[in-house]
């Protein structure tokens, strides 16, 4: 009997769904497209397989293009290029939203379920092979769009669309690695013939998800180039010192020790001397190390290094006073060379992430 028999409607039986259909989550390289309709999916979506996990094959809510013919876009597991190969920076279309929930109980999911009834959107749902109520419920969304997403790169969907569909929709939080476009999931699968597994289709409109995420995908691509083209320090132009400041204040990250920053930001030497060193004060060079890190991430690229070195003076000349004989300060000049060096790898840094935005022209 069909699932949809309940609920046809005229949607189900017309709108066309593409998913990439795998046979294990370790061949990165067998991908297929499968496009049916909606009427044919919920077939698929509330047929259970039995077996092992895993053995009933999977999906990707997303089309894929095959890596560049030059080169495979996966970095340390080059493919030579020019074939199909699971990576999340080979994503071209995503179709689907996908959630996926590990160890709700019974009553979670019941709530979820109606959450989903009260948003109006079509969803098939189902519940997967380690579901074990009512302590460990597993269960599994997925929300066709309307019309495809095109992506431009990888950090599109897990950086910009993914969360404002998140925030959108309001559903319980996920697991956070839906917010990768290549992320597998197994179908409908069970260990045991008599294994109870709970699936279903809720019916309603689908899911839009243009005016949800408007204009930000070009936006920011376009931001991501105007990065990528720009922006060596330009030593001529003059640096807001108090931008910079105020920036590194707000630095709370452990691993760049706010501590640090706060002494030298207060012009006090960042780490003391160490006959005056308590546990946990890290050795000068160290302490100059993370501090010229934090700097250089609170920089911007076109920010002269000699004007920033400015915020520091004053705190060295501290450790210059605070020096001992036999215990000199850190020579200026490895402090400027650790400043350079943070700022190249920041600069590697958000040069990468911004072309992660960008990897194919957009979308003609
Ligand atoms: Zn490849």
Redesign the pocket.
Known sequence: MSVLSAVATAIAATHQLTLTITDSERSVHTLGERTASLEEWAQDFTTYEVGLKGEGGAFIPARFAP?PAAR???SGR??G?G?D?R?ASNVIEMTALVYDYDGLSADAMARIIDDVRALGLFCFWYTTHGHTPPACCKLRLVFPFSAPMPLRGKRQWSGIAWRELMNALDLPQCDIACSNPDRVYFGPEKPTEDAERPAGVITGKLLDWRPIVGDALERSAAVAVERVEAARPDESKPVDLDRVRARLRRITKPAIAPVLLRRVLADKVPTPPPHRRAAGDLPRREAWKRVTVALANAADPADSSEALLEILRKSYKDEVREALDDNPATPWETIETLLEGARESVATYRAQKHAEEIERPPVS
Do not use: A, K, P
């Open positions: 890596c495979c876009n996966g080059d493919c290029g074939r190969h990576l």
